[in-house]
């Protein structure tokens, strides 16, 4: 497919910042892994895990809030039912820096249900609207819901398009819509995100029902061809697995997508995005969060299984980067047996690369 996809005008509104964003994925999406997907692109939106009121408010908030001031934008997504914890999360996300608050109305595990939030809150819309209305009202920056298209066997259009209207009327403009229906039933959450069939042209629907929202796309998109044929009916798209398991995808997003040619042009730019410079760019992450906060590296390390995807030793480099036995040896003496298997995307010099990619 021929890519169609432009730079806007001068004289063009912006591009909308949720254009292309990084799905939240629990026990995937962590600061770790937002680090390693910031490095990769400087303009796509990136969520964190789902986290509960109940984390919030009765756990570490550093444990679960703590981010990279790199990772901007982020946007902070919570599970929860009741409008005045809602409220109170919120305003502890804008308090810890993030960009955006994202209410969980998709998830259809058994664990969510039985908290009353998640997908089964796309039955009570009015409660949603109470709960946009009131995170809204305790904060400065946007507040979204990703929700699906259906839940069980709902197949009528009219039942997302009535939710999103009546969560619209309390103040939401931003829609981020999984193109399955959400089986609360019968189905693991894994089989949630495969069997229900995909209907993305629901979601096409939804943007025409509601030009003046902002329609972002979820579910079964795993290339930027696909990408940009979406792009051609809604706002933006949202990839999850297809981003974490293949993340240089992502490398030609912020070119393709968002017109920014940056880091190949003018005399002071960035170094050309190479596999190596991000390699690099991570150890030295690594070291930092040791010193920090005695994270060992291959807690980091397991976000980048998928970085040399396709590449000749792939296998062997994420075999190296996977062996238990290398866990008392620092990243750096990991990564160069790692390399042995490798080949470089490009020459380069040793020292620079780092540092030009750390100032995306």
Request: charged residues 25%; glycine residues 8%; hydrophobic residues 40%.
């Amino acid at each position: 497919m021929l890519n169609t996809e432009k730079a806007p005008a001068a004289d063009s509104p912006p591009f909308s910042p949720w254009r292309l964003c990084v799905a939240p994925m629990l026990d995937w999406t962590d600061k770790h892994c937002r680090y390693l997907h910031r490095l990769i692109t400087r303009h796509a939106r990136l969520y964190t895990e789902m986290v509960t009121c109940g984390a919030l408010l009765h756990g570490s908030l550093r444990r679960h809030l703590r981010r990279d001031e790199m990772e901007r934008p982020v946007a902070l997504q919570l599970g929860g039912s009741d409008p005045a914890e809602l409220a109170q999360c919120a305003r502890l996300g804008q308090q810890w820096g993030y960009d955006e608050i994202n209410l969980n109305c998709g998830c259809p595990s058994p664990r969510v249900q039985r908290g009353a939030f998640g997908a089964c809150l796309m039955t009570q819309p009015r409660l949603v609207a109470d709960c946009v209305k009131a995170m809204r009202d305790a904060v400065d920056i946007p507040v979204t819901v990703k929700h699906r298209i259906g839940i069980d066997r709902e197949e009528s259009h009219a039942f997302v398009r009535d939710f999103v209207g009546e969560v619209a009327q309390a103040g939401c403009s931003v829609f981020i819509v999984h193109a399955r229906n959400a089986w609360l039933e019968g189905l693991s959450p894994k089989e949630n995100r495969e069997v229900p069939p995909l209907r993305h042209e629901r979601v096409w629907q939804l943007k025409r029902d509601f030009p003046q929202l902002t329609i972002c796309l979820n579910g079964g998109v795993s290339s930027n061809e696909q990408i940009a044929a979406h792009l051609a009916h809604v706002d933006g798209v949202m990839l999850g697995r297809a981003a974490y398991h293949h993340p240089w995808l992502m490398s030609e997003w912020d070119a393709r997508f968002f017109g920014d040619a940056g880091r190949d042009t003018g005399r002071d730019a960035a170094p050309p995005l190479t596999r190596e410079a991000v390699e690099r760019a991570m150890l030295a992450y690594m070291q930092a969060e040791a010193a920090q906060d005695g994270t060992p590296w291959y807690a980091i390390a397991r976000h980048m299984l998928g970085l040399r995807h396709g590449l000749r030793g792939a296998r062997a480099w994420r075999q190296v980067w996977s062996d238990h036995r290398l866990k008392p040896l620092p990243p750096e003496a990991v990564w160069q047996r790692a390399r042995q298997h490798t080949e470089p995307d490009a020459p380069e010099g040793p020292g620079q690369i780092a540092d030009g990619v750390r100032a995306v």
